[in-house]
Structure formats: structure tokens, C-alpha cells
T-cell receptor
Framework: DQQVKQNSPSLSVQEGRISILNCDYT??????FLWYKKYPAEGPTFLIS?????DKNEDGRFTVFLNKSAKHLSLHIVPSQPGDSAVYFC????????????FGTGTRLTVIP | DAGVTQSPTHLIKTRGQHVTLRCSPI?????VSWYQQVLGQGPQFIFQ???????GRGNFPDRFSARQFPNYSSELNVNALLLGDSALYLC??????????????????FGSGTQLSVL
């Protein structure tokens, strides 16, 4: 039972344009959401997070939007750079989740120079 | 500073064998978690240990076990290996048990993983 879903396995974007990665979740108990980036042969690295009490969090070129009523979040990267090419995982956890993160299946982003 | 280190990086086993995977957390981190990532899927939570005690367990059979040592390093053990156990096994460490207190912005730090192939 996949509680966090990333329905787009891949996305290609021109350098300088906006990349939008989407994520949906089913468990209304989730209250903390994170995005991780993964390069080949490396572990996932934390990118940005958002608490359920917010609807937007921004960090440089990266912005995460949360729509709790729709159980949907998105990651915007502006402007996209070739170095952003990686697999992006959406993850979620509840208040008592400890380190039990629920990950989506990932979206492979390719930024074309 | 060294990040999370895992050994070995690659491992090939046959069905029915036993395997032990090792993880050293970032210096000062007391919490270690294990995740399994099957090809084409996202990481799936297996265990979390904090101060040598199990703090969480995912939906995995009893063939999977783990422990944490006084120096906070950890081992993941898998008995009676099945073909379906072939996966990338990721270890992650954090300062606090939850690793998710946004006020302190603590996060999980992942190692590069151990790629296990079961033939």
C-alpha cells in the first residue's frame, strides 16, 4: 500500500526553466514532508522540508508547496540547472513517526543544457 | 567530517544464506535507521535504533534483525536470504530520535548504501 505517490517517473526540463515535481499522499496523519535528492551511487540527501502548519517553504531556488486538503505537495526548482539532474524522492512522516519516513517512488529529473 | 559510512558497498549472496551489513553514523549522532530500496521503488523503513534500543520497526519479517553498539554503529542482519531481498540497503543517522523536529531542523543523513544481490 503506497501511502506516498509520485506519479511521474521522469521529467525533462530545459536549463533555466522551472521544474515542478509532484507528490500525493493518502495518510491524513502525515504532518511533516520532505524532499530528498539522489545521485547514482550515493545515498539520498535532504533538500527541503515543510510542516503541515505551513503551505509554502522556500530555500533559494527550491520551493515546496503543500495543499493539505488535496493531500498534495510539489517541489519547484527555479531556475533549473544541469546539476539538478537527479532522482527526487518525496517523503512523509507523522508526529510519532520517529525516523519512519514513507517515501514515494521517485521522479528522475533531467535538466537539458 | 566523515558522513555515514556503510560496508560493504556491494555483496553477492545465494538464497538461504545469511548477511550482515554495517553502518557507522556521523560522529555525535546517536540514532541509526535502516531502509531497503528495491529497484524502481523508494526507500522503505526497516528499523530505527537510538541509544542501543529499538525505537521503530517497519513491516519486515523476523528474518531481518538489527542492533546498535555502544559506539552507536549498527548492524543489519538478514537470515535465510530470498531473491526478493536483493536491494540497496541504506543506513541513515540523526542527532535526535525523530530527526524531524523542524524547529531544530534536524534531518536524516544517509549513507551510500550496500547493494545486495541474492542469486
Amino acid at each position: 500500500d503506497q501511502q506516498v505517490k509520485q506519479n511521474s517517473p521522469s521529467l525533462s526540463v530545459q536549463e533555466g526553466r522551472i521544474s515542478i515535481l509532484n507528490c500525493d499522499y493518502t495518510n491524513s496523519m502525515f504532518d511533516y514532508f520532505l524532499w530528498y535528492k539522489k545521485y547514482p551511487a550515493e545515498g539520498p540527501t535532504f533538500l527541503i522540508s515543510i510542516s503541515s502548519i505551513k503551505d509554502k517553504n522556500e530555500d533559494g531556488r527550491f520551493t515546496v508547496f503543500l495543499n493539505k486538503s488535496a493531500k498534495h505537495l510539489s517541489l519547484h526548482i527555479v531556475p533549473s540547472q544541469p546539476g539538478d539532474s537527479a532522482v527526487y524522492f518525496c517523503a512523509a512522516s507523522g508526529k510519532t513517526g520517529a525516523n519512519n519516513l514513507f517515501f514515494g517512488t521517485g521522479t528522475r529529473l533531467t535538466v537539458i543544457p | 567530517d566523515a558522513g555515514v559510512t556503510q560496508s560493504p558497498t556491494h555483496l553477492i549472496k545465494t538464497r538461504g544464506q545469511h548477511v550482515t551489513l554495517r553502518c557507522s553514523p556521523i560522529s555525535g549522532h546517536k540514532s541509526v535507521s535502516w531502509y531497503q530500496q528495491v529497484l524502481g521503488q523508494g526507500p522503505q523503513f526497516i528499523f530505527q535504533y537510538y541509544e542501543k534500543e529499538e525505537r521503530g520497526r517497519g513491516n519486515f519479517p523476523d528474518r531481518f534483525s538489527a542492533r546498535q553498539f555502544p559506539n552507536y554503529s549498527s548492524e543489519l542482519n538478514v537470515n535465510a536470504l530470498l531473491l526478493g531481498d536483493s536491494a540497496l540497503y541504506l543506513c541513515a543517522s540523526s542527532l535526535d530520535p525523530a530527526g524531524l523536529y523542524f524547529a531544530t531542523n534536524e534531518k536524516l543523513f544517509f549513507g551510500s548504501g550496500t547493494q545486495l544481490s541474492v542469486l
